[in-house]
């Protein structure tokens, strides 16, 4: 059980606009910023989106992040057949003193 | 350019005690955060745990507590985790990755399989 909350699918067809949800709480999400990571088969995660809505260099700009209070979601545009992977959410907690993960959702691109 | 490089896959029984290494490049092991984070087939991401540079300790997510041990090399820019007393259920893929909680986890070691079974 993931103390991040993300729907385990969602999928779209070529050059529609797809969401992720992810949802915390006051100890992790509300208080910290989070991170995305996209994971394609066989590999490791590599991040998508750090600090809320930051796209390390190389990442398209039709990747984007918000959060707001205790929720964050990730925003694909335009998307693309290469789009289809694992999409983790993350964010440090305070409690825990160390990251918590969502459980992932799987994008399929119809 | 940093790099992070593992060890290979490891097969072990109900019991035994395996230890991952992660060898870093392009960057001093001490200076930065090197976290372990595991993942079972078709889960999602599980943190174990890291050295907090800070304090120079390792902190533990509660759940690996007592059964984990995470260490440092400096000399030879390698960090360890050590996981005891295996199960069945810790048969996952363990990855160590570097960050801290601004910028995330930004350079992931390539994994290493670790299966337990009897």
């Known amino acids: 059980q993931s103390v991040l909350t993300q729907p385990p699918s969602a999928s779209g067809t070529p050059g529609q606009r797809v969401t992720i949800s992810c949802s915390g709480s006051?100890?992790?999400?509300?208080?910290?910023?989070v991170h995305w990571y996209q994971q394609f088969p066989g590999a490791a995660p590599q991040v998508l989106i750090y600090r809320n809505n930051e796209r390390p260099l190389g990442v398209p700009e039709r990747f984007s992040g918000s959060k707001s209070g205790t929720s964050a979601s990730l925003a694909i545009s335009g998307l693309r057949s290469e789009d289809e992977a694992d999409y983790h959410c993350a964010a440090w907690d305070d409690g825990l003193n160390g990251p918590v993960f969502g459980g992932g959702t799987k994008l399929t691109v119809l | 350019q940093v790099q992070l490089v593992q060890s290979g896959p490891e097969a072990k029984k109900p019991g035994a005690s395996v230890r991952v290494s992660c060898k870093a490049s392009?960057?001093?092991?001490?200076?930065?955060?090197i976290h372990w984070v595991r993942q079972a087939a078709g889960q999602g991401l599980e943190w174990v745990g890291w050295m907090n540079p800070n304090s120079g300790n390792p902190d533990y997510a509660p759940k690996f507590q007592g059964r984990v041990t995470i260490t440092t090399n400096t000399s030879i820019t390698t960090g360890y985790m050590e996981l005891r007393s295996l199960t069945s259920e810790d048969t996952a893929v363990y990855y160590c990755?570097?960050?801290?909680?601004?910028?995330?986890?930004?350079?992931w070691g390539q994994g290493t399989l670790v299966t337990v079974s009897s």
């Open positions: 392009g960057y001093t092991v001490s200076k930065y955060h």
């Open positions: 990755a570097s960050g801290d909680s601004s910028s995330g986890f930004d350079h």
């Open positions: 006051s100890s992790n999400i509300a208080s910290n910023y």
